[in-house]
T-cell receptor, first 113, second 113 residues
Framework: GDSVTQMEGPVTLSEEAFLTINCTYT??????LFWYVQYPGEGLQLLLK?????DKGSNKGFEATYRKETTSFHLEKGSVQVSDSAVYFC????????????FGKGTTLSVSS | EPEVTQTPSHQVTQMGQEVILRCVPI?????FYWYRQILGQKVEFLVS????????KSEIFDDQFSVERPDGSNFTLKIRSTKLEDSAMYFC???????????FGPGTRLLVL
């Protein structure tokens, strides 16, 4: 079945470091891809999305590019801040084949000053 | 900015008791969802709801679970006879259309004793 695999955490970085969180997916057809973020004590917030191959989603300095050839959607940020500390979830939804978001296990990011 | 709200934020119940979790989706959204996240595990899809009926459900969503939209604003998840393994964070989400971005509420943390 369809699935999302994320790199294991936690990821610990110093402020202003470069961030990459790897995400790969398995899906039939052409899913839409998402990154959600969960700050401590809060719900899931959409960070960015991409709906077709080679699309780049971006928001708040974060970017991810939909790579069909490698079935990947890696999240990157050039310079992280302490306020970016959160759990990051990669997810997919199967276009024209259901409404369920399928999530990865989440990656915890901790940024220290 | 419109948001999804959920009540209560926390609920403690005894095994075998019925619980109802409540959600108010974004007002012009047409699709509604429930997800759960057992502590330390991935977010899992339970059910989606459109036009007053279930459009998709997972194998987790068995006969113990039901959903309802009792009026024009609320969307509820009922667990008829709770089990210890139902302890989790339950998230409600809504979207404007099928396959569109899902917006999540802050969650209800359910603890079954």
């Amino acid at each position: 079945g369809d699935s999302v695999t994320q790199m294991e955490g936690p990821v610990t970085l110093s402020e202003e470091a470069f961030l990459t969180i790897n995400c790969t997916y398995t899906a039939t057809g052409y899913p839409s891809l998402f990154w959600y973020v969960q700050y401590p004590g809060e719900g899931l917030q959409l960070l960015l999305k991409a709906t077709k191959a080679d699309d780049k989603g971006s928001n708040k300095g974060f970017e991810a590019t939909y790579r069909k050839e490698t079935t990947s959607f890696h999240l990157e940020k050039g310079s992280v801040q302490v306020s970016d500390s959160a759990v990051y979830f990669c997810a997919l939804i199967r276009n024209q084949a259901g409404t369920a978001l399928i999530f990865g296990k989440g990656t915890t990011l901790s940024v220290s000053s | 900015e419109p948001e999804v709200t959920q009540t209560p934020s926390h609920q403690v119940t005894q095994m075998g008791q019925e619980v109802i979790l409540r959600c108010v989706p974004i007002s012009n959204h047409l699709y509604f969802y429930w997800y759960r996240q057992i502590l330390g595990q991935k977010v899992e899809f339970l059910v989606s709801f459109y036009n007053n009926e279930i459009s998709e459900k997972s194998e987790i969503f068995d006969d113990q679970f039901s959903v309802e939209r009792p009026d024009g604003s609320n969307f509820t998840l009922k667990i008829r006879s709770t089990k210890l393994e139902d302890s989790a964070m339950y998230f409600c989400a809504s979207s404007l259309g099928d396959g569109e971005t899902q917006y999540f509420g802050p969650g209800t943390r359910l603890l079954v004793l």
